[in-house]
């Protein structure tokens, strides 16, 4: 298969799931979906082998402002909060990620939604919910800094908080049901959702 004479600008990655940016990218070299269903798991694994090759060994400049001190917060008070990672990114992808940008440790092993358990990004919330023990919807919060983050949230009808540190402003947001300027405002948002219980 030939990937050489495909322009990855023709295919839209902010907020997608890997394998919906897979499929597209192997539709646009004229692969079939039949084959691209087929070998959905090769291709995840290749991905995946890639990226731990590839990643590089810190990422820890890619880290918003404040994102490490308020997951430290966060995870400080188990009983009023529980992450986990709800991404596009193939899970090995993910953890790689974030384990170079420092901040891995803050979300446990068999927890979470990625893109390596479906490609429509609207139902990865409802899988981090089941791993996290039937975790309930009135207390699940997306955080996310894209449109397709917002819909994600709304297509298991939880809540969202939209950071606008991204490549889209506050008003392309503004469908969240918070949308805030950095990680440092999303604690006083989440402590309001609390109240809403």
Same mark, same amino acid.
């Given at each position: 298969?030939?990937l ?6 023709a ?8 394998s ?5 990218? @192997? ?5 079939p979906?039949?084959r691209?269903?087929k070998?959905?798991?090769e291709?995840a694994?290749?991905?995946g082998s890639? $990226?731990?090759?590839l ?5 820890s400049?890619f880290?918003a402002?404040g994102v490490?001190?308020? @997951?430290?917060? @966060?995870a400080?008070?188990?009983e009023a ?7 596009g ?8 990620? @974030?384990?170079s940008?420092g901040?891995g440790? $803050?979300?446990a ?9 479906a490609?429509d990004?609207?139902?990865?919330p409802?899988?981090a ?8 919807r009135?207390r699940t919060?997306v955080?996310?800094?894209?449109p ?6 709304r297509a298991?009808r ?9 490549? $889209?402003s506050?008003?392309?947001?503004a469908?969240a049901?918070?949308?805030v300027d950095?990680?440092r405002?999303v604690?006083?948002v989440?402590?309001?959702?609390a109240t809403?219980a």
């Amino acid at each position: 298969m030939d990937l050489d004479g495909v322009r990855p600008a023709a295919v839209e990655f902010a907020g997608r799931t890997d394998s919906a940016i897979a499929r597209d990218l @192997l539709r646009h070299a004229g692969v079939p979906d039949v084959r691209i269903n087929k070998r959905a798991a090769e291709v995840a694994a290749a991905v995946g082998s890639a $990226y731990e090759q590839l990643c590089p060994p810190d990422l820890s400049a890619f880290v918003a402002p404040g994102v490490p001190e308020v @997951l430290a917060a @966060l995870a400080a008070q188990p009983e009023a909060y529980r992450l986990a990672l709800v991404t596009g990114n193939f899970e090995p992808v993910a953890r790689r990620k @974030l384990a170079s940008a420092g901040i891995g440790h $803050y979300f446990a092993g068999g927890q979470g939604g990625f893109g390596s358990d479906a490609e429509d990004r609207g139902k990865l919330p409802a899988v981090a919910r089941t791993r996290a023990g039937g975790w309930p919807r009135e207390r699940t919060v997306v955080i996310g800094d894209t449109p397709r983050d917002i819909a994600c949230a709304r297509a298991d009808r939880v809540r969202v908080v939209a950071v606008a540190t991204g490549p $889209y402003s506050a008003e392309a947001l503004a469908d969240a049901d918070a949308v805030v300027d950095g990680a440092r405002a999303v604690p006083p948002v989440l402590a309001d959702f609390a109240t809403w219980a």
